[in-house]
């Protein structure tokens, strides 16, 4: 898979070639790699791209064109869910941007459903006493991803031996102030 | 009323004309005539008559419609060819039912079409057509010109698997849709099968490959992608389908307007009066990975090499049970 990611870029028009734009099969033929396994640096940072171009996309008109959404919605609409699918919440605040700015409902309530589905994966606290937080020992972008729609026949990533331990801080109560201890209970058994 | 032009711009200002008489209270394109006359300034005993112009005042049922708690907001704003039509199609109506169904009817006679590469109101106005995701904003607005409103709903294709097959990957229709005679999409082969529906594991049916121009509006493997656009009409506690694009209107569906839930697919039970009324009808034949026998009828799509896609089986829509395998037959999701 190209890094340089050409076609996109004519299609977002931020490429030098200035000629006519793809077809809406050669965007998803380049799209596709990028979205269907984990995320690469430079794939994250073309999705963002997307999600902050502004302006339509130059494909040209032929039959592959989505239905239901412009080829610029239906762009940003798949770069939103793999955001959300791969990363999680790392770009809420982007998506909040762009479902605040969105002119399309449709648009707009697939990022509402990208948050509260990546919302809905996000470890759970334990609740009490205690504050509990996880540690990662691996990438975010190598575990497998709790997602709720079909990921059929997209390949899900091999887990790296996922290891998660959870850690549990002591919880003080002074008044109304609430103190969480400097150093980590969970170093050693409790 | 009295007009005083400017002898350097020759324009007046702006003036507001009242009518003597309230304008008809009816929905309808009225014919107005003004009589102009020319006077200097001092006014002469006589005054010429210079002609005469001739109006369409148009006017609606209601205020512009607004949008219930939870459903996308509407514009205040309506474009002048669709006022001017609803308020011509819908003359006289009296009820929301009736409004909208007289809209639907007069859709054919406004030349637009469906199939044509347009995603807005705008873009469906300026190309004389529109896709699905053009049409049911530009039937909204219709209705919305006369004060009614009506639903938006995207019912997205549920790609999943089953049992090692896909189903399903493709809404698959053969009508070409308003004022189109044919499907705007280039052939491709089919392999239809027209009977039941799962096949029984262990046999084959025989399967013809059709090569036809049809419409198929793609899933996407894990995400929520394409589908088709609808828009619906709570009525005096029932609710009534429009499909402006191909041209089925004023559908009873004995169910409640579909929530907006990508998360969750909609199927069995849930979804059998939108079949039972709709869809099975509408919708020729749904597009999947089917076995047949020993052989798999796959439906792929290469991307990574471009455009070229492979049909599997096409099942007729109204042939899927509302259980297979277990699970739904057939799922969508909803969306606005």
Known sequence: ?190 | MSLTFDPITELSRPETFEARRNLPDVIGVHQAKLDWYLCQNPSPAHCPQVGTSTHHLATSWRALATAPAGEAALPNRVYKPLMEWTCQWAAGQTNERAICDAIFNGLPSSGLRYGVGAHTIRDLLLNQGGMCGAWYQTFQQLAQCQGVFVYRRRFMVDWRQVNGEAHWCAIVVKKGGLNQLTPTHAPSTFHDHNGVFPIPAGTTVPITPVTQQRYRFFGLPGYWYDGHCINFLAYEGKVYLYDACFNLGSVVINSPIPAIDLAVPQGGTALAPFRAAYLDGAVDHMLGSIRNGAVLFNTVRQFPHGPTIQNGMTVRTANIPQTVAGADGLTFRWGS
């Open chain 1, 1 to 190: 898979m190209p890094a340089s990611f050409p076609v996109l870029k004519r299609a977002m028009g931020i490429a030098e070639d200035t000629g006519p734009g793809p077809s809406w099969g050669e965007v998803m033929g380049e799209l596709w790699p990028i979205i269907s396994s984990p995320l690469s640096s430079a794939g994250e940072r073309l999705l963002l791209d997307v999600i902050r171009h502004k302006g339509g996309l130059r494909v040209t008109n032929t039959e592959e064109l989505p239905h239901s959404l412009s080829p610029d919605e239906m762009l940003k609409s798949l770069a939103v869910q793999a955001l959300a699918r791969w990363t999680r919440l790392t770009y809420l605040t982007e998506l909040h941007r762009l479902e605040l700015t969105a002119a399309s409902s449709a648009l707009q309530d697939v990022i509402r459903a990208a948050i509260q589905t990546a919302l809905a994966a996000r470890p759970q606290a334990i609740e009490g006493d205690a504050i509990s937080e996880e540690e990662r020992e691996v990438d975010e972008a190598d575990e497998e991803v709790i997602w709720s729609v079909s990921t059929y026949p997209i390949p899900k990533p091999k887990p790296r031996q996922v290891t998660r331990r959870r850690v549990a801080r002591p919880v003080e109560r002074f008044g109304n102030l609430t103190l969480i201890s400097g150093e980590r209970a969970g170093r050693g058994r409790r």
